[in-house]
């Protein structure tokens, strides 16, 4: 649901093509570490107008996906 933002934002931040980023592809892959997730994040609460609390680390982008789906109910 929201893996068109994420892979958007991603693709901005790390210079890659969009269509490069799957649901499957880790962020490590991705060339995201720690402080490009935070600041990932702070990206995609703009982006989306929600607020986003990582409580739980995700590995994918469709663990990350799957996550903000699962706190917006």
Avoid: H
């Amino acid at each position: 649901m929201y893996f068109e933002a994420i892979a958007k934002i991603i693709a901005e931040r790390t210079g890659c093509d969009v269509s490069a980023v799957k649901p499957e592809s880790t962020f490590t892959e991705l060339g995201i570490d720690s402080l490009d997730t935070v600041e990932l994040l702070m990206n995609l609460e703009d982006e989306l107008g929600i607020e986003i609390e990582l409580e739980q680390p995700v590995a994918t982008v469709d663990d990350l996906d799957k996550f903000i789906q699962s706190k917006q109910g």
